[in-house]
């Protein structure tokens, strides 16, 4: 059973507007939450992240929203580029943010269109 | 270089052959991981070492996996009797310790025919 869960295998999104990435998860004793970008023929590169103690976390044109009673959080980039074409993973750790074993969505393919 | 090297980043096994996967580690990081990633899944967790020390491998699929890291830097993933089951990219991953990100290499995609 799947305990980090990306429920949109793809996303397809004009560039300039929003693009909005969704995770699931089922295991409450998750308190760290991450999301990596990947290129094809590359590894994943972290991209943000939010312990379980917040509700938001902002870096420039990405921002991650937590809701622990949904478990759910959600990955905004605003405004959306043509680069940020990529696979997006969101992942999860029950290790209070030493990462450990992160346990992986099978990620979101966003593609941005000029 | 600066970031994690993995090599070869191909390989392309017969059933049955011994293979062995390599990851040289940024270096100072202590941490690092092993995972596996099957066509279009998400990345899965293989194992784990703090230095030299292995401190979980509950991830390995089987004990044909074995993996090594001897001097606390550079590690080996070998995989012994390979199967058509274990076709997929192994990632490796340091991180210095604490709180801190992952760094991802680009994998070596092994397929087994």
């Known amino acids: 059973d799947q305990q980090v869960k990306q429920n949109s295998p793809s996303l397809s999104v004009q560039e300039g507007r929003i693009s909005i990435l969704n995770c699931d998860y089922t295991n409450s004793m998750f308190d760290y939450f991450l999301w990596y970008k990947k290129y094809p023929a590359e590894g994943p590169t972290f991209l943000i992240s939010?312990?379980?103690?917040?509700d938001k976390n902002e870096d420039g044109r990405f921002t991650v929203f937590l809701n622990k009673s949904a478990k759910h959080l959600s990955l905004h980039i605003v405004p959306s580029q043509p680069g940020d074409s990529a696979v997006y993973f969101c992942?999860?750790?029950?290790?209070?943010?030493?990462?450990?074993?992160?346990?992986f969505g099978k990620g979101t393919k966003l593609s941005v269109k000029p | 270089g600066a970031g994690v090297s993995q090599s070869p980043r191909y390989k392309v096994a017969k059933r049955g052959q011994d293979v062995a996967l390599r990851c040289d580690p940024i270096s100072g990081h202590v941490s690092l991981f092993w995972y596996q990633q099957a066509l279009g899944q998400g990345p899965e967790f293989l194992t784990y070492f703090q230095n030299e020390a292995q401190l979980d491998k509950s991830g390995l699929p089987s004990d044909r996996f074995f993996a090594e890291r001897p001097e606390g830097s550079v590690s080996t993933l070998k995989i012994q009797r390979t199967q058509k089951e274990d076709s997929a990219v192994y990632l490796c991953?340091?991180?210095?310790?604490?709180?801190?990100?992952?760094?991802f290499g680009n994998g070596t995609r092994l397929t087994v025919t």
């Open positions: 939010i312990s379980s103690i917040k």
């Open positions: 991953a340091t991180s210095t310790r604490g709180n801190s990100p992952l760094h």
């Open positions: 992942a999860a750790s029950d290790y209070g943010g030493s990462q450990g074993n992160l346990i």
